[in-house]
């Protein structure tokens, strides 16, 4: 039996020496690259973190001890050691989740995976913990340096130093980088503590005095090594940003040197006060394609070859962000007052092509949502067209200054929401399925959903050229599907895909749930019913056309993949009636629940969005009711449909 499969519970680690340590890290690489590879997932950040894991189960005691992940993408060993070892379904339905989750171990705490909100939750634990008598608990957070960009670390580091009676200790994970190398201020400082040649020589050089005096020199190395390191920190003047805070400052530690890491992880645990360890890694640690990726190394990868790091297959067809990719830079050459921002996510968001052209007209903030989507409304104020590029699922981190600073001042920004609706893999704190009901509460808002790749470029050229309010274009993860052509457009602008002889049912798709739609005509069709299948474009405002059609028409289904309740389809519901419209309204969406982890279509079909359900309900409604026979349309009915035998 293997040291890992030895492990069934952080205590199964005390009883391992040091060389068996060593080896079990080296089992737990092996693993990562092996499984993580058939499933894909967050490799690159787990073999940057297996040493520090591995230290913090050894000094502390999950789940007594609380530990955080800031973001839980790292928590792959941290399961490893708790005992869940079956990687074979990792972030499929049924299997283990990509991140946290409760449900899973009651050695998990945090679940949500949305950046920089660690510290907070440390802060409210270890609170917790002193007033209700359990003040001999730790809380641990694990935060990466990419996280210490967002401002919720800051606001909780000044709290959490308003009170130095609690056993809190911060580990910040300094790899430089978040999904990319972490920019910024704060990046500099931690780079130039990282590289400055006076640190990395007076370690090597102590290293050296020790190792002269043999087998006892190097043990008494390793057991001084935490106050070595104290010691050199102060040629590092690293204290100097903590400072201010009143806050302990440990390090920096080599973070692949377990007892390095030990050993200043118990010299915190001696504090009876918050102390932050400054802990220096490196993302992919151990595997060389992830060490040798520039772009993300490995930050995130489908499935690979775990050999060589290289995809097992490509994707057939195009993603959604490499059309906007192409796009944006198409644009950026027409118009010069063509910006872009982000939050650390230049690539994941597709802004990498667009800086690689023109660098200075890029801005990566970090993981800065809030911040972003303000600065932008400043760069609309000073002239500039700014395109926030974001993740659907972050930008609800950003409502109040898309409200506020962006909206109320009619400021002309254009955000980009990628992963919107059900990503799939990544679970609850991930799919973008909010941002449709938050966003169209919006005063002065226009909100478009591209079906397909022609529509995203066509809408995006639309989209920044309005400059009296924010404009929104969110569309899926994954490969973009074929395209959709209309049979015709109205005057303001909605797509016809399929028009029925008869006006049964007018099926309202907003996005990539024009493919469903028409499915779901089909299968009317062969029933009897005659559906017409139109896309919007641009969900909000609702156009006036799709009000008028809907007049003549038994029955409105809307089809989204955000949430229900205050969706698309009760916007649409909501004019119609204000318009006088008393056609029946069926909305269909997502409940508004957290959705667990699985692929998209899985999850889709789980609640009721697939067009066999959607088919069968349809015509229970449209059968079961007596609404009178829909009036057909003499110059467009087909032979077929008309000799039909109609209710």
Known sequence: MSLLEGIKGP?????????????????????????????????????????????????????RDAVVFDTGHQSYVHKLLTGRQDFSRLRMKGGLAGYPQRSESEHDIVESSHASSSLSWADGISRAFAMTGQGDR????????????????????????????????????????????TI???????NDVRTRRSYRRLYRTSQQVFDRFGT??????????????????????????????????LGPVHGHDLAALESTLRQAKEYDAPVIVHVITEKGHGYGPAVADV?????????????????????????????????????????????????????????????????????????AEQHAVTSAAGLAYGGLHPVVALYATFVNRAFDQVLMDVALHRAGVTFVLDRAGVTGPDGPSHHGMWDLAILQAVPNIRIA????????REQLREAVQIEDGPTVLRY????????????????????????????????????????????????????????????????IPVPASVIDLARDYRLVVTIEDGIRVGGIGTRIRQ?????????????????????????????????????????????????????????????????????????
């Not at 890290?25 to 040493?51: D, Q, W």
């Not at 910024?184 to 931690?190: E, K, T, Y």
């Not at 650390?344 to 993981?367: C, N, Q, S, W």
């Open 449 to 456: 959903a591209p079906r397909d790749s022609t529509s995203l």
């Open 138 to 181: 730790y809380v641990v957070a694990v935060v990466g340096d990419g996280a210490l960009t967002g401002g919720m670390t800051w606001e909780a580091l000044n709290n959490i130093t308003d009170d130095n009676s609690r056993r809190l200790v911060i580990v910040v994970n300094d790899n430089g980088r978040s999904y990319a190398p």
């Open 295 to 367: 772009a993300d190394q490995f930050h995130a990868v489908g499935q690979i070859d775990p050999e060589t790091g290289e995809p097992v297959e490509a994707p057939s067809r195009p993603s959604w962000t490499s059309v906007f990719a192409d796009e944006i830079v198409e644009l950026a050459d027409e118009n010069p007052r063509l910006v872009g921002i982000t939050a650390a996510m230049l690539r994941p968001t597709g802004l990498h092509r667009f800086a690689e052209k023109y660098p200075e007209r890029v801005f990566d903030v970090g993981i």
């Open 11 to 63: 205590r199964d680690l005390d009883g391992l020496s040091p060389g068996q340590l060593v080896e079990l890290g080296a089992e737990i690489r092996r693993f990562l690259v092996t499984e993580v590879s058939k499933t894909g997932g967050h490799l690159g950040p787990n073999l940057g973190v297996v040493e520090l894991t591995m230290a913090i189960h050894r000094v502390f005691d999950s789940p």
């Open 575 to 647: 004019e119609l009636r204000a318009a006088g419209v008393d056609t029946a309204v069926d909305e269909l969406g997502l409940p508004d629940e957290f959705l667990d982890h699985g692929e998209r279509g899985e999850i889709l079909a789980e609640v009721g969005l697939s067009d066999q359900q959607i088919a069968r309900d349809i015509v229970a409604q449209v059968l079961g009711t007596r609404i009178p026979v829909a009036r057909p349309l003499p110059e467009e009915a087909t032979q077929e449909e008309s000799s039909r035998i109609r209710e």
């Open 476 to 539: 899926s993860k994954g490969s973009v599907g074929s395209e959709l052509d209309a049979t015709r457009r109205t005057a303001d602008g909605v797509d016809v895909l399929r028009e029925a002889a008869h006006r049964d049912v007018l099926i309202v798709t907003v996005g990539p749930m024009a493919k469903l739609g028409l499915q779901v005509a089909e299968r009317l069709a062969a029933q009897g019913i005659g559906a017409t299948v139109v896309d919007p474009r641009w969900v």
């Open 184 to 190: 910024g201020g704060m990046a500099r400082f931690l």
């Open 216 to 249: 006892v020199g190097r043990a008494f190395y390793r057991g001084t090594r935490g106050a070595v390191h104290g010691f050199l920190s102060r040629f590092t003047n690293n204290q100097a940003l903590y400072s201010n805070l009143d806050i302990k400052y």
